[in-house]
């Protein structure tokens, strides 16, 4: 794993802010989330971890334990991945038992013909679990409701194919008639109310945003400085100097340049 983050995972993520600092002029900043296999918090590998992401002003931050559906990855993509890798492994090996080197090259290619708008869909399903967990006071009762994880995503989710050369966005699926880069969609838009039909009755998603208030959530108890900073901009109103010890734990020394983009 040490070589993997090392010699694939840190010069992707370099590669990727590069070319999106280059398209947008701003500055990236990764956050990266584990889990708690054994493997992904031995000591060596966080010493790494934190040595890679923080010479470069990157945040990584390590899920709640026994908490498996606050992930994009443990909760969709690495189940539909399973499924993928299964029919490729018995339609192109007959269904037999692969050694390593053969699983990574079926794992490979069931990620590449995974389509891009299903992984946006993880994302607009992680936001419904956090409401969900929200609505439960912190609790995971509505996983024991019927249907408690159908959040009717695919109902409100429409693919998005991109924009045409006067920057108006491309509304169908042009397979027959654009190069590939544009015959597949790249995401989703999110379109929860169908204009001129009754709200009850429209496309909606489970759970609405929670109405939080600042005074009862205090976001700074959970976010380093740095952190903040990016998400809300500018906090000239906190005096860092005057912080007690505890609380400078939690703020770290402010970033040296600008805002930023997290991806």
């Known amino acids: 794993m040490t070589k993997w983050v090392k010699g694939r995972l840190?010069?992707?993520?370099?590669?990727?802010?590069?070319?999106l600092e280059h398209q947008y002029g701003m500055r990236m900043i990764v956050r990266g989330q584990g889990d708690n296999a054994s493997p992904h918090v031995e000591s060596k590998f966080m010493q790494l971890i934190a040595g890679e992401f923080t010479s470069r002003g990157w945040h990584w931050t390590t899920q709640p334990s026994n908490?498996?559906?606050?992930?994009?990855?443990?909760?969709?993509?690495?189940?539909?991945?399973?499924?993928?890798?299964?029919?490729l492994g018995g339609l192109l090996h007959g269904g037999r038992y692969l050694h390593s080197e053969k699983l990574w090259e079926v794992l490979q290619q069931a990620w590449k013909e995974y389509p891009a708008e299903k992984i946006a869909r993880t994302f607009v399903h992680h936001a419904q679990v956090a409401a969900a967990i929200?609505?439960?006071?912190?609790?995971?009762?509505?996983?024991?409701?019927h249907k408690g994880l159908s959040f009717g995503v695919r109902k409100v989710c429409r693919p998005y194919y991109?924009?045409?050369?006067?920057?108006?966005?491309?509304?169908?699926?042009?397979?027959?008639?654009?190069?590939?880069?544009?015959?597949?969609?790249?995401?989703?838009?999110?379109?929860?109310?169908?204009?001129?039909?009754?709200?009850?009755?429209?496309?909606?998603l489970k759970y609405d945003t929670p109405d939080m208030q600042v005074q009862d959530h205090d976001i700074g108890k959970y976010?380093?400085?740095?952190?903040?900073?990016?998400?809300?901009?500018?906090?000239?109103?906190?005096?860092?100097?005057?912080?007690?010890?505890?609380e400078k734990e939690r703020y770290d020394k402010p970033l040296p340049s600008g805002h930023g983009i997290v991806i």
Do not use: H
Not at 10 to 19: D, F, G, M, S
């Open 10 to 19: 840190v010069p992707a993520l370099l590669e990727l802010c590069q070319r």
């Open 134 to 145: 929200y609505s439960c006071k912190g609790g995971d009762d509505f996983v024991k409701e």
């Open 223 to 246: 976010l380093s400085y740095n952190e903040l900073d990016l998400i809300a901009g500018s906090f000239e109103d906190v005096d860092y100097d005057n912080l007690t010890t505890q």
């Open 67 to 87: 908490s498996p559906l606050c992930n994009v990855c443990d909760a969709a993509l690495f189940p539909a991945l399973a499924k993928q890798v299964s029919a």
């Open 162 to 204: 991109g924009e045409d050369g006067d920057g108006e966005e491309n509304t169908m699926d042009l397979t027959s008639l654009a190069p590939r880069q544009l015959s597949s969609a790249q995401g989703v838009i999110v379109e929860e109310v169908i204009e001129g039909v009754d709200v009850e009755a429209a496309k909606k």
